[in-house]
């Protein structure tokens, strides 16, 4: 961009201890929806990281001694301050990543509040363990104390959502944190900062590092004073950060990818299973690791389903993501469209069938939106459990959907894949329920719902969709330390 264009883009700046402070280089973010640069993102490296995990350091002493209660009321402000700004964040956040408007109000940004205000509640709730030994004159007791600096690095389908998923709990046990957010959605993170002191968080506290997981990433996950690394991304990232983390010895948290099946038996509910399966496989664009991309239906309802379910996603809008009457919005990036686009072109490579969106329906976009990363909601029939289409994770408005006819068959179809992270089963069968969520490999099993989350418990996967899990009592363990302690009396 000439000069006179870059005066007018946004320039963020990293947040360390307390203050924002400028960077050398920087790289462009772009408005999905218009293919524009409208955003200057800090390049940090290993200078930048060592200053902010140097910050979070000089804090730790004085937060981890505060009480629960102390960082449990600024949790609490700091939740309110964002829920005040809800409107200013859920538009910054659609401009930034291409979701639409609707889902960035009622998903993205509510959740980032709640995440604050649930672990502020939930600190106040742990207790530790004690037990007696009177043959030995002994009892035993337990403590937790915090680790330290937490390195925590975010995605970019859901941005504040998955950072505040990762800011609050670290926090809240008296962590501090050196946080990376994606280097395509860094906007709703900066905006955050600016709430910080107002909300009463010390200098230190939350340091935010923007920049890219090469170089940014990297310096965080090889540094000898982070203990502790909490990741949500792609497989093969996690892989990189388990290589690089190891010499330390440091502790994981990753929730990677998904490949997630919906088991359709032929006793479902349809009016009930259509519209949320159609909501679980193109909801944010299909950018969300518990999305459904392996619909697997029972051959005695087939013909009816896919009719059915191809009508209801013909009906999902695509356009311009501040219109609030748009379903789908743009994919975040350029590569990544034309990636989930040449998933598309390789299935109908392998002889099966595309039903309606990619290649098949004319897509209309306002004139501003052209240049936009915008693809219709797509359903891929006739393909073959082997085809990558059904094996890897495309990440983007596309679904596959396959007939079974037995149940033990559909359950060694489903769990024929590296991942592990959600599935939902549709059926009235209460029996069948049970037996098939005992069966699948899967961190989360939804059955005839999906997306429903309660934070108390367990959230993450199996096989290649991760390491650890999230939640209330998960995520206490996970950013504290346990100490044994044992008094002969």
């Known amino acids: 961009p000439t000069m006179a264009h870059s005066q007018a883009l946004l320039v963020l700046e990293n947040f360390i201890g307390g203050k924002f402070v400028p960077c050398s280089s920087y790289v462009d973010s772009y408005n999905p929806s218009t293919g524009d640069v409208y955003c200057r993102v800090p390049d940090s490296g290993k200078e930048e990281v060592e200053a902010a995990v140097k910050a979070a350091k000089d804090a730790f002493p004085i937060w981890s001694s505060k009480s629960p209660l102390e960082r449990s009321q ?27 408007i609707t889902f960035a109000r009622t998903v993205d940004i509510p959740r980032a509040v709640h995440n604050f205000r649930f672990f502020a509640s939930s600190i106040l709730h742990h207790v530790t363990e004690c037990t007696e030994m009177p043959s030995m004159d002994c009892m035993h007791y337990t403590l937790r104390a915090p680790v330290g600096v937490a390195g925590l690095i ?30 395509m959605t860094s906007v709703t993170a900066w905006m955050m900062c600016k709430l910080l002191e107002k909300a009463g968080v010390p200098p230190g506290v939350v340091n935010v590092v923007f920049g890219t997981g090469a170089k940014a990433g990297e310096a965080l996950v090889c540094h000898p004073e982070v203990p502790l690394i909490s990741f949500t991304g792609s497989t093969l990232t996690a892989q990189r950060i388990t290589e690089r983390s190891a010499p330390h010895c440091k502790r994981l948290s990753l929730e990677l990818g998904g490949k997630n099946p919906a088991i359709i038996f032929d006793d479902a509910d349809l009016s009930q299973c259509i519209p949320t399966t159609v909501r679980s496989s193109f909801a944010n664009q299909g950018e969300i690791c518990l999305c459904t991309s392996r619909i697997f239906v029972q051959r005695g309802i087939y013909s009816e389903f896919l009719k059915r379910f191809v009508a209801e996603a013909k009906k999902w809008k695509t356009g311009n993501p501040s219109d609030p009457t748009v379903d789908v919005g743009a994919l975040i ?64 408005p596309v679904t596959c959907v396959v007939a079974f ?51 108390n418990l367990p959230f993450g996967g199996m096989k290649a969709s991760g390491i650890g899990r999230e939640g209330a009592k998960d995520s206490y363990e996970f950013f504290t330390e346990v100490k044994t302690i044992t008094i002969k009396h």
């Open 333 to 396: 990036s350029k590569e990544h469209l034309e990636k989930v686009r040449n998933y598309v072109k390789k299935a109908q490579a392998e002889g099966a069938r595309v039903l309606c969106g990619e290649g098949v329906d004319p897509l209309a976009l306002p004139p501003g939106n052209q240049k936009g990363y915008f693809m219709l909601p797509t359903v891929i029939t006739e393909v073959k459990d082997e085809s990558c289409c059904m094996q890897e994770e495309i990440f983007g």
């Open 154 to 183: 975010s995605p970019w389908n859901l941005p504040l959502y998955l950072l505040t998923w990762k800011i609050a709990p670290a926090i809240a046990c008296g962590n501090t944190v050196v946080a990376k957010p994606s280097e």
């Open 74 to 100: 600024i949790l609490n402000k700091l939740a309110d301050l964002i829920e005040h700004d809800l409107e200013a964040f859920a538009q910054a956040e659609s401009k930034d990543q291409g979701k639409t």
């Open 405 to 455: 006819d037995t149940e033990e068959e559909v359950i060694k179809r489903a769990n024929g894949v590296k991942y592990g992270l959600a599935a939902t089963v549709w059926s009235s069968n209460v029996g069948r329920v049970h037996r098939v969520a005992h069966r699948l490999q899967s961190g989360l099993v939804w059955t005839n719902c999906w997306l429903v989350r309660d934070l």
